[in-house]
T-cell receptor, first 119, second 112 residues
Framework: AQKVTQAQTEISVVEKEDVTLDCVYE???????LFWYKQPPSGELVFLIR??????QNEISGRYSWNFQKSTSSFNFTITASQVVDSAVYFC????????????????FGKGTHLIIQP | DAEITQSPRHKITETGRQVTLACHQT?????MFWYRQDLGHGLRLIHY???????NKGEVSDGYSVSRSNTEDLPLTLESAASSQTSVYFC???????????FGPGTRLLVL
């Protein structure tokens, strides 16, 4: 069965520090998709990134970057020069490619990392 | 703009009552999902649907049901609400496996 582990329950850093959120996944499939979502204090879930299992290129989007390593089954998320607005719960999620007719499976989520950025 | 909405946003009910949570999306996505979020558990999949008349059970489907009569809506019904079903419920939709799931704003349900 698929599983996502976010071992860091809570991280607190001072503004402008860099911070990395860890995500380790387990799957028996060779084709799968990884996601990161942000949940700010207001409660909505905001999609950040999607990565498929065949694309191990790291990605950078502004202050955000993602490091995907199949060898260690990890998909870590780094925020550079953190800001107070980055304070949120961040979820890593996995979707395996088992479906019929082009449908999409549900996501398996990690338990989330609560990131606190102190001013 | 296309969106996904949930109603009600907050609901208080009593044990044993039937409750239905609505989810409506205007993206014309075939795939729709229901999750519940509980402290210490993250989000867990309740039910999902690949299209009209299709429904599938997720990880925590006991006590819940869904029906899909059109593309836009996937209502979630708690047949006989229990205190263990107090949670925040999120609906999501997706164009395909290759795309992200987009979530509604959530419904906070309290079962007394």
């Amino acid at each position: 069965a698929q599983k996502v582990t976010q071992a860091q329950t809570e991280i607190s850093v001072v503004e402008k520090e860099d911070v990395t959120l860890d995500c380790v996944y387990e799957t028996r499939d060779t084709t799968y998709y990884l996601f990161w979502y942000k949940q700010p204090p207001s409660g909505e879930l905001v999609f950040l990134i999607r990565r498929n299992s065949f694309d191990e290129q790291n990605e950078i989007s502004g202050r955000y970057s993602w490091n995907f390593q199949k060898s260690t089954s990890s998909f870590n998320f780094t925020i550079t020069a953190s800001q107070v607005v980055d304070s949120a719960v961040y979820f890593c999620a996995l979707s395996e490619a088992k479906y019929s007719g082009g449908g999409a499976d549900g996501l398996t989520f990690g338990k989330g990392t609560h990131l606190i950025i102190q001013p | 703009d296309a969106e996904i909405t949930q109603s009600p946003r907050h609901k208080i009910t009593e044990t044993g009552r039937q409750v239905t949570l609505a989810c409506h999306q205007t993206w014309n996505h075939n795939n729709m999902f229901w999750y519940r979020q509980d402290l210490g558990h993250g989000l867990r999949l309740i039910h999902y649907s690949y299209g009209v008349q299709d429904t599938n059970k997720g990880e925590v489907s006991d006590g819940y049901s869904v029906s899909r009569s059109n593309t836009e809506d996937l209502p979630l019904t708690l047949e006989s609400a229990a205190s263990s079903q107090t949670s925040v419920y999120f609906c999501a939709s997706s164009e395909s496996l290759y795309r992200a799931q987009y979530f509604g704003p959530g419904t906070r349900l309290l079962v007394l």
